[in-house]
């Protein structure tokens, strides 16, 4: 039975089968040539992190060697590596398995 716009029914059946992005991880890592300002600046300017929250994720790359610094789709987790890049930061992105 085809699809019918002028059918409600049908509307809700479609969005219900609408599949959910998978969501991915991205990762912040460590390096020793930017400064902890930078990093924030960054962070703050690229995400919707607040200050606090960079600093937080700065330190924790600076201790551990990596932090989590959110969970998106795809997408826009690759889009966050490459807008990372350009600042001179190495961020990577996982499934968030």
Do not use: W
């Amino acid at each position: 039975m085809p699809l019918s716009a002028a059918d409600p029914a049908q509307d809700v059946k479609v969005k219900d089968q609408t599949r959910l992005l998978p969501p991915y991880r991205v990762i912040l890592h460590n390096d020793d040539v930017n400064t902890f300002e930078h990093v924030i600046r960054a962070i703050t300017r690229l995400t919707p992190l607040n200050e606090k929250e960079a600093a937080t994720r700065a330190m924790e790359a600076h201790e551990t060697g990596v932090a989590l610094l959110l969970v998106t789709h795809r997408e826009r987790a690759e889009l966050y590596v490459e807008q990372f890049a350009s600042a001179s930061l190495t961020v990577t992105c996982e499934p968030d398995a």
